[in-house]
Nanobody
């Protein structure tokens, strides 16, 4: 069993930066890739970024490439999402999720490839 707890969301202005954290419980959490998804009001949940178990491979949606950076600290079982140059269209609830399979190269963009999810943290970007 793995529990994921996101934090760091808030209300910011366009152009600002924000860092989200996702703390994972469980000794094996570091064996799995992690992803961030987001869901805006009235829209489907979408892939944002992911990182494989070692942190060596990272993947980004085109809409956030060069603005967002995912990283992980396996010592503390925490995954981070550094968001810069935020835009109003980044407004959404952000969820972190754990991949189903261990020790992969990562890059899974479908939510079906993730089996544990956090409760989400709200990010609101005002114009």
């Amino acid at each position: 069993q793995v529990q994921l707890v996101e934090s760091g969301g808030g209300l910011v202005q366009a152009g600002d930066s924000l860092r989200l954290s996702c703390a994972a419980s469980g000794r094996t959490a570091s064996s799995y890739g992690m992803g961030w998804f987001r869901q805006a009001p009235g829209k489907e949940r979408e892939f944002v970024t992911s990182i494989n178990w070692s942190g060596r491979n990272t993947y980004y949606a085109d809409s956030v490439k060069d603005r967002f950076t995912i990283s992980r600290d396996n010592t503390n079982n925490t995954v981070y999402l550094q968001m810069t140059s935020l835009k109003p269209e980044d407004t959404a609830i952000y969820y972190c999720a754990k991949e189903r399979r261990a020790y992969t190269t990562g890059g899974y963009r479908s939510s079906k490839e993730y089996d544990y999810w956090g409760q989400g943290t709200q990010v609101t970007v005002s114009s």
